[in-house]
């Protein structure tokens, strides 16, 4: 069952599991997120390749700042100003903001699923897919997540011994080499 906004804000002020919070964010079947402060992008001509691992970070860099300016077609990686704390029987997923998607900015390619209990902020794959920059700044509401209760899972993502992401932060970039061997 997805949760609306009583139960959001319930789940938020006696379990925690989105931290900062501000009542205002709170929408009639979801909660808006913010943009941290925190972007990584890629740099060069390089190629990427997936079973590399330090080709998954080589041409990779980062910076803290308010603001940022998203090139044309460009793609960077974000955090959320949220962390969540999600507990066994709740995942969420990542969403868009309507107004954003009409001036040609995703918020994320396909990683819009927040496992139950998952810890950590959320990593943002924000591209511009407009013909003119998009300058966003830290503290806007960026997108938009859902809640929904489940069954208890017999393992959350914290207790996986594989959870690449688990505590991530700062725009945490791709971690895909764990996965193959």
């Known amino acids: 069952m997805k949760l609306v906004d009583s139960q959001i804000r319930e789940e938020i002020l006696n379990h925690h599991i989105v931290e900062p919070y501000e009542d205002n964010l709170i929408q009639p079947a979801s909660l808006d997120v ?11 001509t390089g190629m990427i390749d997936v079973k590399d691992e330090k080709s998954l970070t080589k041409e990779l860099i980062g910076e803290e700042t308010a603001e940022f300016i998203l090139s044309p077609g460009a793609f960077c990686l974000a955090e959320t100003r ?8 709740i995942y969420a997923e990542l969403h868009g903001k309507s107004s954003l998607a009409r001036l040609g900015l995703s918020i994320h390619q396909t990683g819009g699923l927040i496992d139950n209990g998952f810890s ?25 997540v859902t809640f929904e209760y489940t069954q208890e899972c017999v393992v959350g993502y914290n207790e996986k011994k594989d959870a690449k992401y688990q505590g991530q932060k700062d725009a945490e970039p791709s971690r895909y080499k764990l996965d193959i061997s």
């Open 120 to 144: 950590g902020t959320i990593t943002l794959e924000l591209k511009n897919e407009n013909n003119t920059p998009i300058k966003i700044y830290a503290g806007m509401t960026i997108g938009q």
């Open 34 to 44: 913010r943009l941290g402060r925190f972007f990584r992008w890629y740099t060069g």
């Open 82 to 89: 949220e962390k969540f704390n999600l507990p066994k029987n």
